[in-house]
């Protein structure tokens, strides 16, 4: 059964065209991969992209709300959004183009479309439909969030190598979604380009990432990426936080301390007792309280989850203060197992927390890649 739709969705996509450290224990899988082309094609088989290929320089995090009484303008919207992906991934013309990407190279742009907790109210009757993992209690600390940067009905990831190029995609998908659906929040991020071969580092300067499953690593990514039952069978989670970085606190802090709550060493990567940054790391040899110790897989019953951070740089606070820090991204089979835990253990423990503040986030159901003439989403409403 699911070989045929496999076939049905690439038909859709018509053809392949061209082509802090906080959570230290999840890394760039492959830097060669990173390095090489990505061909650019708005569904990666049978699942969205901008989930397992390694992430590109720039993000943009767009959460809608629905504004619509009538139920039927949900699945209009889903619809003129699939057809918007297909296009705007270079498969067809984009309609009613506002043309500034023009001339641009489309680089590795991906689009990737998710469904928010709140969507599953009592608003359009998907009440029964709501996906286990978009619990409202999945995760702790959400209700000490900023509601003005989180949550929203549906989300859309952008990520491409050419600034304009995603804004140009988040422009068209907001046009789209006019008199449906109007804009909660947005994030943007970035990301250095590290040497070949290197891991890129966050604003606290450390390098940020360790043991992600890799792309090519079916049995990982089936247990700890894709869901295995229910009406999101096959599709995934997308974790989001937003976690501002106390820069001047940190700034003030001598190196040694900075190393001893990170766990790792600043210029190399590798752990505090020798090596290098690929060496495995002993757990009993890392600080008790260090960020790697209590985020690393072997402390937390061998779980681990697909990391997608962005830096991100939006000026000062009201007090001053830099408001810079992780636009951290994840995928996951279980947010509240693989994630919420995880939190848990580090608000309580983590050395590296009284430098962090969580200032946004949700937590969002992203559906397999719809078949032909279907919208994104069809068969989580159907």
Request: hydrophobic share 40%; net charge neutral.
């Amino acid at each position: 059964m699911r070989a045929p739709r496999l076939s049905r969705r690439e038909a859709l996509a018509g053809v392949a065209i061209g082509a802090v450290a906080g959570g230290a224990a999840m890394r760039l899988a492959d830097a060669a991969e990173s390095a090489a082309p990505q061909a650019v094609r708005p569904f990666d088989g049978p699942r969205q992209a901008g989930i397992v290929p390694p992430p590109q320089d720039h993000l943009t995090l767009a959460a809608f709300d629905l504004h619509t009484p009538d139920r039927a303008d949900l699945p209009r919207l889903l619809r003129s959004w699939t057809e918007l992906v297909v296009a705007l991934c270079g498969a067809d013309p984009v309609a009613h183009d506002t043309g500034e990407r023009t001339g641009l190279a489309l680089g590795r742009l991906t689009v990737t479309v998710g469904f928010g907790t709140s969507l599953f109210d009592g608003r359009y009757g998907l009440g029964a439909r709501r996906p286990a993992g978009l619990a409202p209690d999945a995760l702790p600390g959400d209700d000490r969030l900023d509601p003005r940067r989180s949550g929203g009905d549906l989300l859309v990831q952008v990520r491409g190598d050419d600034r304009q190029v995603v804004f140009h995609a988040v422009h068209q998908l907001t046009n789209a979604a006019l008199g449906i659906a109007r804009r909660r929040w947005t994030q943007h991020g970035f990301l250095s380009r590290a040497g070949s071969g290197e891991t890129p580092r966050n604003l606290f300067g450390f390098k940020d990432g360790t043991v992600n499953p890799g792309a090519d690593d079916d049995a990982a990514l089936a247990r700890h990426v894709w869901v295995a039952s229910g009406p999101l069978t096959g599709g995934t989670y997308l974790v989001y936080r937003r976690i501002r970085m106390r820069m001047q606190a940190w700034d003030r802090s001598s190196l040694d301390v900075q190393e001893h709550a990170v766990g790792r060493r600043k210029a190399g990567g590798g752990a505090l007792d020798g090596g290098d940054e690929r060496a495995p790391l002993a757990l009993r040899s890392a600080p008790p309280r260090s960020h790697v110790r209590l985020a690393h897989p072997d402390a937390n019953d061998g779980v681990r989850m697909l990391r997608r951070a962005y830096n991100y740089d939006d000026g000062a606070t009201a007090d001053g203060e830099p408001d810079a820090g992780m636009a951290f991204l994840c995928f996951v089979a279980d947010p509240a197992r693989q994630v919420g835990s995880m939190l848990t253990r580090m608000e309580r423990h983590d050395e590296l927390h009284r430098y962090l503040v969580h200032t946004g986030g949700g937590v969002y159901a992203v559906p397999l890649a719809p078949a032909p003439g279907e919208h994104l989403g069809e068969e989580l409403f159907r």
